[in-house]
């Protein structure tokens, strides 16, 4: 069965260092997202991209952060200088369609970050 | 924005009887509702999902119903096992948008 898949599985970083958070969506699937869970908190939406390009994000996705689908079967989740409160459980997502209608969001396993 | 409470936070019931997870969503514009099981270590995985022109569905020992007027959807897991123990997440969809606005997560045991 196809998946997502996502690297590291967990990365302990300091305070102020660059972190990428790597995902391989499924290939037939248009759609792409980045959601975060804090320990013990709810999953947040951070930011969705379809046509290589933004199409929208949350207020938690500040200039800190970025995304980017390099070459086609990558899409990248970039934190340019890491804060503690950076610290959770990263999850990738695709799915085929962008309508609202049942159309299955797909995740990864998620990518634990811990900032010290 | 939206916003999705879920309750409770825990449930803990005895193998074969009933688990009910509630939730309520504030935006009336949400349309499509569906709720994630997520297991040890894995990413949430789609388990059902319900569309607002419809008041319930079933699939097997699952259901979930919806109250359009309340603004309130639940699930309801009949005849548990213990392989149902995990954290489940309902979620509200907006017709014009794309994203999930995810309730607070329900952690399930089933004792056996």
């Known amino acids: 069965e196809p998946e997502v898949t996502q690297t590291p599985s967990h990365q302990v970083t300091q305070m102020g260092q660059e972190v990428i958070l790597r995902c391989v969506p499924i290939s037939n699937h248009l759609y792409f997202y980045w959601y975060r869970q804090i320990l013990g908190q709810k999953v947040e939406f951070l930011v969705s991209f379809y046509n290589n390009e933004i199409s929208e994000k949350s207020e938690i996705f500040d200039d800190q952060f970025s995304v980017e689908r390099p070459d086609g079967s990558n899409f990248t989740l970039k934190i340019r200088s890491t804060k503690l409160e950076d610290s959770a459980m990263y999850f990738c997502?695709?799915?085929?369609?962008?309508?609202?209608?049942?159309?299955?969001?797909?995740f990864g396993e998620g990518s634990r970050l811990t900032v010290l | 924005g939206e916003n999705v409470e879920q309750h409770p936070s825990t449930l803990s019931v005895q193998e074969g009887d009933s688990a009910v997870i509630k939730c309520t969503y504030s935006d009336s514009a949400s349309n499509y509702f569906p709720w994630y099981k997520q297991e040890l270590g894995k990413g949430p995985q789609l388990i059902i999902d319900?569309?607002?022109?419809?008041g319930e569905k079933k699939d097997q020992r699952i259901a979930v119903t919806l109250n359009k007027t309340a603004k309130h959807f639940s699930l309801h897991i009949t005849e548990t096992q213990p392989e149902d123990s995990a954290v489940y997440f309902c979620?509200?969809?907006?017709?014009?948008?794309?994203?999930?606005?995810f309730g607070g997560g329900t952690r399930v045991l089933v004792k056996p």
């Open positions: 997502a695709s799915k085929t369609s962008g309508t609202s209608g049942r159309t299955e969001l797909f």
């Open positions: 979620a509200a969809v907006k017709a014009a948008g794309n994203k999930l606005t």
């Open positions: 319900i569309r607002s022109n419809v």
